[in-house]
C-alpha cells in the first residue's frame, strides 16, 4: 500500500505532454508577435503615405491571403472606368459573396492622431526665403509649422494682420523662439515704396491710418513724386515721432524729373517749394533767357526763389532746360 502511494507521487508527466505544452507556449507567443508586427507595419504605411489617393491593401489575420489578391484586382480593373471611386469605397457591401470583411480595404485616416504624431516627428523642415504675409499654408508646413499652426497664420493674415518686420513673425504665439532662430535669416518682408503705393496700403504702415494716408499721397501728387523719405515730414502733423516709427519699413524710388522749366505759372504754383510770385518769375525768367542760363543757380541769383525754396528745390530731382 505504501508502496504505491510513493510511486504516485513520483509519478511525472509523459514526454508527450511536456512537448505538447512546449508547442502550445511557443504557439501563443508566436501569434502575439504576429499581431504585433502586423500593427506596426500598419501604422508605418499610414504614417509615410505621401499620396493621399492611394489605397493601401493589407489583410486582417482571419481573412485569406487570396480574397486579398482578387480585392486588389477587383479594385484595379475598376479604377480605370469610375476614377478615384474606388479609392475612395470601402470593400463590397455584400461580404457572403466577396469572400472577405469590408474593413479588408481601408484608407488610412489622415487626421489620426497617431498618423499625425509619426508625421510631426519623422517629416523634413525645410528653410528657404519667405514673405510671412504672403507665404502659402503649404509652405509654411515645409519651414516646419503644423498644419494647425499655418492656418492660425493664415487666419490672422486674412482678419486683416500684418506682419510690418521680422520680430513681429517672432511675436506669434505659434512661432517658437527656436524656430524664429532658424527662420530669421530668411525672413523677406518688402518695403513700402511711397512712389507707388496706395493709400490702402499705406494703411499697413503703423501709425497711418486713413487720415494720413490720404494726406501722403495728396502731398506725393503736389510734388510730383517724392525725391527723398524725409519729405514725409513736411505734412502738417507728421512728426518726427511717427516718421521714426517707420523708415524702417518705407523706401522711395526715384520720380520723374520736375519739368519746372516747361510748367505753366499755375501747375508752378502747386509745388510746395514754389510760392505763387515765384512761379510767376520763373515763367519771366526762362522766356527772357538762353536755355543755358535757366538753372536753378540762376533763379537764385536772380532773386526769383527765396533761400528756403532754393535750398529745397536743389534736393528736388528737375528736367533739364533742353
Request: hydrophobic residues 35%.
Amino acid at each position: 500500500m505504501e508502496e504505491g502511494k510513493k510511486r504516485g507521487k513520483n509519478k511525472r508527466p509523459s514526454a508527450s505532454f511536456v512537448t505538447g505544452a512546449i508547442a502550445l507556449v511557443f504557439l501563443i507567443i508566436g501569434y502575439q508577435v504576429a499581431l504585433f508586427v502586423h500593427k506596426a507595419a500598419t501604422l508605418r504605411i499610414e504614417a509615410n503615405r505621401d499620396h493621399p489617393d492611394t489605397v493601401y491593401i493589407y489583410a486582417s489575420p482571419e481573412v485569406p491571403a487570396s480574397a486579398v489578391a482578387n480585392n486588389r484586382a477587383d479594385a484595379t480593373s475598376d479604377a480605370g472606368t469610375s476614377g478615384f471611386a474606388k479609392n475612395k469605397a470601402d470593400a463590397p457591401s455584400d461580404a457572403s459573396t466577396s469572400g472577405f470583411a469590408k474593413n479588408t480595404v481601408r484608407k488610412s485616416a489622415p487626421h489620426s492622431e497617431k498618423v499625425q504624431a509619426v508625421r510631426e516627428r519623422t517629416r523634413k523642415v525645410e528653410s528657404f526665403p519667405f514673405n510671412p504675409n504672403t507665404v502659402s499654408v503649404e509652405d509654411l508646413q515645409r519651414l516646419g509649422f503644423s498644419e494647425k499652426q499655418a492656418l492660425s497664420i493664415e487666419h490672422y493674415r486674412q482678419k486683416g494682420g500684418r506682419f510690418s518686420r521680422k520680430t513681429d513673425f517672432a511675436k506669434s504665439f505659434v512661432v517658437a523662439d527656436s524656430v524664429y532662430r532658424r527662420l530669421e535669416p530668411f525672413i523677406e518682408i518688402p518695403k513700402l515704396d511711397i512712389n507707388q503705393a496706395d493709400s490702402t496700403a499705406l494703411l499697413d504702415l503703423p501709425g497711418i491710418g486713413p487720415f494720413y494716408a490720404g494726406k501722403v499721397v495728396e502731398y506725393r501728387n503736389r510734388l510730383r513724386g517724392y525725391s527723398y523719405p524725409e519729405q514725409l515730414l513736411e505734412i502738417w502733423h507728421f512728426d518726427s515721432d511717427k516718421y521714426n516709427g517707420l523708415r524702417d519699413l518705407i523706401t522711395c524710388s526715384r520720380p520723374a524729373p520736375y519739368p519746372i522749366w516747361t510748367l505753366p505759372e499755375e501747375e508752378l504754383a502747386r509745388h510746395p517749394y514754389i510760392s505763387r510770385q515765384e512761379a510767376h518769375g520763373i515763367v519771366l525768367f526762362r522766356d527772357h533767357h538762353a536755355a543755358q542760363d535757366c538753372t536753378l543757380e540762376g533763379l537764385h541769383g536772380a532773386g526769383v526763389l527765396s533761400e528756403e525754396h532754393f535750398s529745397a528745390l536743389s534736393r528736388v530731382f528737375l528736367a533739364e532746360n533742353d
